[in-house]
C-alpha cells in the first residue's frame, strides 16, 4: 500500500486538522497535502488518508472524520477531533519516525496524548471552552494561536486559505517536535538519574554528569534518602536541592543558612571552602569552581542538615 495523498476539508481551518497534518506529512512525506471537499476526494481509497472530513471513522479504511453522528468517543466518553484520532492510530508511528526509544514508545503517546492531544480534542468538540481559562489567557491556548493564523474574513484572494495553511503548518510541527523531545529527553534523564542513584547507594548526594530533571527519577526510584544534587554548569559546579513536591518550594534539606547570600571570598570563608562562588540567598543552590570544591561543599551541607 503506498499512501499518495493526505486529504483535509479545504476552506478555514483548526487546530485538529493542522496537527494532523503534521503528523501524517511526517509520516508520509512524499504524499501529496490535498485541501478540498470534493466527493470524489473524500472518499475513502487505499491511496489516501482522509481526515477531518468525509463524515465517517473507520481507521481501516484510512478515513478520520469526527463531525458524524455517533461520533467517536474515548472509552471515558470524551469526544475525538480528527487530531486525537490520527494520534491513537498514527502517533506510535510517528514517535518511531522520532526517534523515540521503543521502551518509552507507549509512556510517551499515553502522556502526549493526556496532555497535548486531548485538550485540542475538547476545544474543537466544544466540550471546553478557551475562556475557561480567564479572559488574561483565553487567547494564548494553542488552538486559538494555531487559528490565529487563518486569513481575515476579508482575504478572497484566490488560494488565500491554503497558503495559510501551509504557513501555518510548520509552527504546528515545531510545536509537536518540541514537546514530543522534550518528553523523550525527560524519559533519557531519568534512566541517567537512575544510573546515579544506583552509584550513590547509601549516599546523601546524587552526582549527575551534567543539569537535567532529576526528581521524577528520584521519586520513581524511592530514594527517600538523597537530600543534595551536584552537577557540572559550563566551567563550574552547582549544589542544588531537592523539592518536596510540584506545588512546594519546601526542601528536603535547605542548604547552610550561614552561607545564604554570600558569593566569593564571604562564601569561603563562611563555608571554609576554597572556591566556593556563590549561594543563594533562598539556600537552594550554591555554585563552586570545580567539582572537588562542589563535593566539600555537598560534604558540609549534609552534615548540617544532619543535626537539624
Request: net charge negative; with cysteine.
Amino acid at each position: 500500500m503506498t499512501i499518495t495523498h493526505l486529504v483535509t476539508h479545504s476552506g478555514g481551518f483548526h487546530a485538529d486538522e493542522l496537527l494532523s497534518s503534521v503528523i501524517l506529512t511526517r509520516l508520509f512525506p512524499a504524499a501529496t497535502l490535498l485541501r478540498t471537499r470534493d466527493k470524489a476526494w473524500i472518499t475513502p481509497n487505499e491511496d489516501r488518508i482522509v481526515y477531518d472530513v468525509g463524515g465517517d471513522f473507520d481507521a481501516s479504511a484510512q478515513i478520520f472524520d469526527h463531525h458524524q453522528r455517533p461520533n467517536p468517543l474515548r472509552e471515558d466518553g470524551q469526544p475525538y477531533s480528527s487530531f486525537g484520532l490520527i494520534w491513537a492510530h498514527y502517533g506510535r508511528d510517528y514517535l518511531t519516525a522520532m526517534d523515540v526509544p521503543e521502551k518509552d514508545i507507549e509512556d510517551i503517546h499515553a502522556s502526549f496524548d493526556r496532555g497535548f492531544v486531548l485538550p485540542v480534542d475538547l476545544v474543537d468538540n466544544g466540550a471546553v471552552n478557551t475562556s475557561e481559562a480567564g479572559p488574561l489567557f483565553s487567547g494564548m491556548t494553542l488552538p486559538v494561536l494555531l487559528e490565529s493564523l487563518k486569513t481575515v474574513f476579508d482575504d478572497r484572494e484566490d488560494g488565500a486559505d491554503d497558503r495559510a495553511f501551509a504557513d501555518a503548518l510548520p509552527v504546528a510541527r515545531a510545536f509537536i517536535e518540541a514537546q514530543v523531545k522534550r518528553k523523550a529527553a525527560k524519559f533519557r534523564a531519568e534512566d541517567m538519574v537512575m544510573s546515579a542513584i544506583k552509584a550513590a547507594g547509601e549516599g546523601r548526594v546524587l552526582d549527575l554528569p551534567m543539569g537535567m530533571p532529576f526528581r521524577a527519577g528520584v521519586e520513581k526510584a524511592g530514594a527517600d534518602h538523597l537530600l543534595f544534587v551536584v552537577h557540572p554548569r559550563g566551567a563550574d559546579w552547582t549544589l542544588t536541592t531537592i523539592r518536596v513536591g510540584d506545588d512546594t518550594f519546601d526542601n528536603r534539606a535547605d542548604l547552610p543558612a550561614a552561607w545564604a547570600g554570600l558569593t566569593d571570598d564571604a562564601l569561603e570563608a563562611a563555608s571554609g571552602v576554597a572556591g566556593a562562588k556563590f549561594c543563594h540567598n533562598g539556600r537552594f543552590i550554591a555554585v563552586a569552581s570545580s567539582r572537588v570544591a562542589i563535593l566539600k561543599m555537598a560534604e558540609i551541607a549534609v552534615a548540617e542538615a544532619a543535626t537539624e
